[in-house]
């Protein structure tokens, strides 16, 4: 069983950039999430997608950062403008819960260094 | 508010030993319970789910659940040196939406 894809790998850019993630969760999956971690902390939430639609948002900075998982697939998270405190490790995640299976299984990560 | 905690550590043991690692969680509710292994610049890997009271082994790992006393710990028997890592407790909130709630994690360096 293929695992999650997330790419790019690593990207460096200049504050007040954009820059776009991309995400392809375990085949079947419907429950997708966005993590970001900075060094040292567990893993914040940052947007759960059930298929296409939204179940939880509350802590995406609505003003910079967005999200979408059109066919209830892939995903892409994006940030515009990129401030400093964006650097870190974003993660995407994916689990089968309305299947019966608890476990969520994350993706490579994409590191983000805002300069 | 539902809350993980992990001491943070860092937890030394030499190779061979029993490595334990803690975790208590705020929230009465939440049913399972899972730990992520992480490397250093890797992301984190599932080792172990529990979802019952009492203890779960797979291989040289071992986790225990203790609902009542809000607990869950995960133990390795004849630690390696490449068990070296940060250990991530998680727990699962079915009742507001299939979110995960993640600790801080408990570095951990098994010495040869």
């Known amino acids: 069983e293929a695992g999650v894809a997330q790419s790019p790998r690593y990207k460096i850019i200049e504050k007040r950039q954009s820059v776009a993630f991309w995400c392809n969760p375990i085949s079947g999956h419907a429950t997708l999430y966005w993590y970001q971690q900075i060094l040292g902390q567990g893993p914040k939430l940052l947007i759960q997608?059930?298929?296409?639609?939204?179940?939880?948002d509350s802590q995406l900075p609505k003003d910079r950062f967005s999200a979408e998982r059109l066919k209830g697939v892939d995903s892409t998270l994006k940030i515009q403008p990129a401030k400093l405190e964006d650097s870190a490790v974003y993660l995407c995640?994916?689990?089968?819960?309305?299947?019966?299976?608890?476990?969520?299984?994350f993706g490579p990560g994409t590191r983000l260094t805002v300069l | 508010q539902k809350e993980v905690e992990q001491n943070s550590g860092p937890l030394s043991v030499p190779e061979g030993a029993i490595a334990s690692l803690n975790c208590t969680y705020s929230d009465r509710v939440s049913q399972s319970f899972f730990w992520y292994r992480q490397y250093s610049g890797k992301s984190p890997e599932l080792i172990m789910s529990?979802?019952?009271?009492g203890d779960k082994e797979d291989g040289r790992f071992t986790a225990q659940l203790n609902k009542a006393s809000q607990y869950v710990s995960l133990l390795i028997r004849d630690s390696q040196p490449s068990d070296s890592a940060t250990y991530l407790c998680a727990s699962l909130d079915r009742a507001t939406g299939n979110q995960f709630y993640f600790g801080t994690g408990t570095s951990l360096t098994v010495i040869p």
């Open positions: 997608f059930q298929n296409n639609g939204v179940v939880d």
């Open positions: 529990i979802y019952s009271n």
């Open positions: 995640a994916s689990a089968d819960i309305a299947g019966g299976r608890n476990e969520q299984f």
